[in-house]
């Protein structure tokens, strides 16, 4: 099973900043097959990025993916009050499919 | 619109068993490998388990093998979670979500708590 890393765990920020989680696998994540996730409390998880770097149908340019192998980042150029949530990666390049504990983003 | 929309949840004891449901609409459910995803309390997502599009294909992780079965009717547009022999360890909320590798739309989720 691919165990993944999240860090830092808490990010404290303010809106217009720049926000950079990372996403770290025990093992090599085959074909880039990584996935991020928001959840706000209370509410659907939803997808941000998949394969990595490709967005998701409507999520803003604001939000990108990168990294391969073992190594990935998401990345929130300018924060949005509404970006405030906590954020997950999410390996299915192998079974059983894994998650990271989260990162969560506050406001500083 | 696509919806996801769970129902079933509750309290149980431990030993009990329930059944959740999930009615799908807004896009072709027969088409797509459907998903549940839990999250305990103060913890992160775990994938539960998966069905492919006609029901002849499931996957669980190792903690529910045996407990728990995935199912689907695809006339009625609906996913099941039958969930037999429950831990306190299986309280979470439960999402029901589309798609086998990146999950999404996810449904609001059904609260399970397993307690005496």
């Known amino acids: 099973e691919i165990v993944l890393t999240q860090s830092p765990g808490t990010l404290s920020l303010s809106p217009g900043e720049r926000a950079t989680l990372s996403c770290r696998a025990s093992q090599t994540v085959s074909s880039s097959y990584l996935a991020w996730y928001q959840h706000q409390g209370g509410q659907a998880p939803r997808l941000l990025i998949y394969d990595a770097s490709r967005r998701a149908t409507g999520i803003p340019d604001r939000f990108s993916g990168s990294g391969s192998g073992t190594d990935f980042t998401l990345t929130i150029t300018r924060l949005e009050p509404e970006d405030f949530a906590v954020y997950y990666c999410?390996?299915?390049?192998?079974?059983?499919?894994?998650f990271g504990p989260g990162t969560k983003v506050d406001i500083k | 619109d696509v919806q996801l929309v769970e129902a079933g949840g509750g309290l149980v004891q431990p030993g009990g068993s329930l059944r959740l449901s999930c009615a799908v609409s807004g896009f072709t459910f027969n088409m797509n490998w459907m998903s549940w995803v839990r999250q305990a309390p103060g913890k992160g997502l775990e994938w539960v388990a998966n069905i492919n599009e006609d029901g002849s294909e499931k996957n669980y992780v190792d903690s529910v093998k045996g407990r728990f079965a995935v199912s689907r009717d695809n006339a009625r547009n609906s996913l099941y979670l039958q969930m037999n022999s429950l831990r306190a360890e299986d309280t979470a909320v439960y999402y029901c979500?589309?798609?086998?590798?990146?999950?999404?739309?996810w449904g609001q989720g059904t609260q399970v708590t397993v307690s005496s």
């Open positions: 999410q390996q299915y390049g192998s079974s059983p499919l894994t």
């Open positions: 979500v589309k798609g086998i590798g990146y999950l999404g739309p």
